[in-house]
């Protein structure tokens, strides 16, 4: 069988990809279609892959796509609740696409499914609450990326067992993105602003006072880090 079809990735897939590397077995926690797990095994990023997804409609697809490429063979099948759908080590874990609470509860209620793992996480939101919650858990922040897809930045973190201590900033904006001055940092802090801006107006309104000074606390920490990248000249919004 002549297998044509070559998987390309969009560059939130791509960045994941490129955090990744290579390994000899990677898990895709909620992988949905498949399309990131057929893109690994089709240029060899890994020997083996497990896709999971708690849908098995969902997994349907991926399997249906993985066997379009021609690499079922490498490829496993788990339908599950997250990493307790892994039943054998893993040297990676990709979890991405989902809410940043999302992801740290699939990692603290992995029952060491994980241990020994590299983790690649993209959360959608709640970027903070995750990296808290990872660090909590006994997981190190290793590495940061930030990707544009049109007008949306996406955040990815890799992250392995180990120690960290991080400060308040960090935990905000991303230790790895503010030690490497990230290129998109500045149009990523822009961001940022004009969404908690936009939640501080409404938390006022509704007269919720929690919510209005745990946004302000954030909206300064991102106000203090545009200013300080644009006095270093690294600011691009």
């Known amino acids: 069988m002549d297998y044509a079809k070559h998987i390309s990735l969009d560059p939130r897939l791509s960045a994941i990809a490129e955090m990744l590397g290579s390994c000899d077995c990677c898990a895709d926690i909620g992988s949905d279609h498949g399309r990131l797990g057929a893109f690994l095994l089709q240029n060899h990023r890994c020997k083996r892959a497990v896709l999971t997804d708690i849908s098995a409609d969902s997994l349907a697809k991926a399997r249906k796509l993985v066997a379009l490429v021609g690499v079922e063979a490498r490829c496993d099948f788990r339908v599950g609740d997250g990493a307790l759908a892994l039943d054998s080590p893993v040297d990676a874990a990709v979890i991405a696409g989902m809410g940043g609470e999302t992801i740290a509860e699939i990692v603290e209620n992995a029952q060491g499914r994980l241990d020994g793992a590299r983790l690649i996480v993209q959360p959608n939101v709640a970027a903070p609450e995750l990296r808290a919650r ?21 955040l990815i973190l890799a ?47 509704g007269k919720d006072e929690a919510a209005a000074a745990e946004l302000s606390r954030r909206i300064a920490i991102w106000e203090e880090v545009r200013q300080w990248l644009e006095r270093s000249g690294t600011s691009t919004a």
């Open 134 to 154: 990872l660090n909590a858990a006994g997981w190190r922040i290793e590495d940061e990326e930030l990707a544009r897809d049109g007008r949306r930045i996406y």
């Open 159 to 205: 992250a392995a067992l180990g120690e960290q201590a991080l400060s308040a900033r960090e935990v905000e904006v991303g230790p790895l993105l503010l030690a490497k001055r990230h290129p998109l940092l500045g149009d990523y802090a822009a961001f940022r602003l004009r969404v908690d801006g936009k939640a501080l107006v409404g938390a006022r309104a």
